[in-house]
């Protein structure tokens, strides 16, 4: 029998063993590659859980005091496309143990191309019912190096891939007139709204990334315009280069939905064209003065071709490496009007993800403690039942002993 306090610490450690099965994006060029540890970890998963109901601090540009080793960027070929993992833990991607425990699916496993459950996938944890119901991830691009510098305006989206996340790899198409970098690189981010199926919170990550191939100098239209809901409707949707999407937040959310989508869901904000994102490379996003002229080069010596498939050729299980380093230079640090930052404070770089998982640990304990709560207010109603049936008999038992009792 379960005592109260292991039926407290059995519902605690599923809800703390839950986030190990959340997804990532995985690249040499991430923040918190290694967890929060400071050490290297081939099996780290900090970076997986999910964030809601944070305040601006926790959930911006995670675990910025974690970033790449030196050298390590995301290479950003214009015109072509760049490769990510999506994993659950480290160990399942192609940056540990020599993509080992890989697999063409998020946690290494493997699963029938037509996956589905009409409840919700949750192994991995997609939250979508089958990949056509896969809500949409994006990339966005700072033209900012010190990550300190970077807000939710001056953050462009870039790359959009539609339904996903899906399969383990996912190629994302990179603008053919995206310009270079300052020398120190850019900062880009990695983002995912589930539709959905399950907990309704967001996925925010930061990456170090670099322009290669770059052809044009127009700069990236800053500051940005917040996305906004515009399903089957076109003409009101948000053109141009456009914010990422915040959503579910205690502070800095930029997006608002109520009510239900067509499906006769409750909405959920996507990277799709509910929320008036097109599918590839987000060619708007360019506006005002030519900056100077710069040159960049890649290590990679190429790209994979560009695909306008969406989800189904860029997930294809491939033999490329994860990424690779390139070095750019340019004469100005950035390209456009830089907007004030959203606040000091709020920029003040975070242990990494050490103020957010303590947030999502006492949350899961409330919810377990309440959990174990309502399972004690069970307990008492089946008591108070049976005490109520016990009362009944004695009532009945004593009826059909005056009667036995006249019966003489």
Not at 1 to 8: A, P, Q
Not at 57 to 66: K, L, M, N, P
Request: net charge positive; with cysteine.
């Amino acid at each position: 029998m379960f005592t109260k306090r292991t039926t407290y610490l059995a519902l605690l450690a599923a809800a703390l063993g839950g986030a190990n099965a959340h997804l990532a994006a995985w690249h040499e060029g991430m923040y918190c590659l290694n967890g929060n540890t400071g050490n290297q970890d081939l099996n780290s998963y900090d970076i997986v859980t999910p964030l809601y109901q944070l305040p601006f601090r926790d959930w911006w540009c995670t675990a910025t005091s974690s970033p790449p080793a030196a050298g390590k960027y995301i290479d950003l070929p214009a015109g072509g496309s760049f490769k990510i993992e999506i994993a659950s833990n480290r160990a399942k991607t192609e940056l540990s143990y020599g993509g080992r425990d890989t697999s063409e699916w998020p946690d290494g496993q493997s699963y029938p191309q037509d996956y589905h459950d009409a409840g919700c996938i949750t192994s991995p944890n997609m939250h979508a019912q089958d990949q056509s119901r896969a809500a949409g991830t994006a990339f966005a691009i700072s033209y900012h190096s010190d990550i300190k510098d970077v807000t939710p305006e001056n953050l462009v989206v870039f790359s959009v891939r539609y339904n996903t996340p899906w399969k383990r790899i996912i190629y994302y198409d990179v603008p053919a007139s995206l310009p270079s970098c300052p020398p120190d690189g850019c900062t880009c981010a990695w983002g995912w709204v589930p539709n959905g199926c399950g907990q309704p919170n967001m996925y925010h990550q930061a990456f170090k990334c670099r322009v290669s191939n770059a052809k044009s100098s127009v700069p990236v239209k800053v500051p940005a315009a917040a996305p906004k809901w515009c399903e089957g409707n076109e003409s009101a949707c948000v053109g141009g280069s456009k914010q990422m999407i915040y959503w579910n937040q205690k502070e800095g959310n930029n997006v608002v939905v109520d009510g239900r989508d067509r499906r006769g869901d409750f909405k959920s904000p996507g990277y799709n064209m509910g929320m008036g994102f097109r599918d590839g490379a987000q060619n708007d996003i360019f506006g005002g003065s030519p900056a100077p002229a710069s040159s960049s080069t890649s290590s990679s010596g190429g790209s994979k071709p560009t695909s306008t498939q969406g989800a189904k050729v860029n997930n294809a299980p491939t033999s490329t490496a994860a990424g690779s380093t390139s070095t750019s230079s340019s004469s100005s640090s950035s390209p456009a009007e830089t907007p004030k930052a959203f606040s000091e404070k709020a920029q003040r770089p975070q242990s990494c993800q050490r103020k957010r998982r303590r947030a999502a640990a006492e949350r899961r304990e409330m919810e377990a403690r309440e959990e174990v709560r309502r399972e004690e207010v069970k307990r008492e109603e089946v008591k108070r039942e049976e005490v109520k049936r016990e009362e009944v008999k004695r009532a009945i038992g004593g009826h059909h002993a005056v009667h036995a009792k006249r019966s003489f």
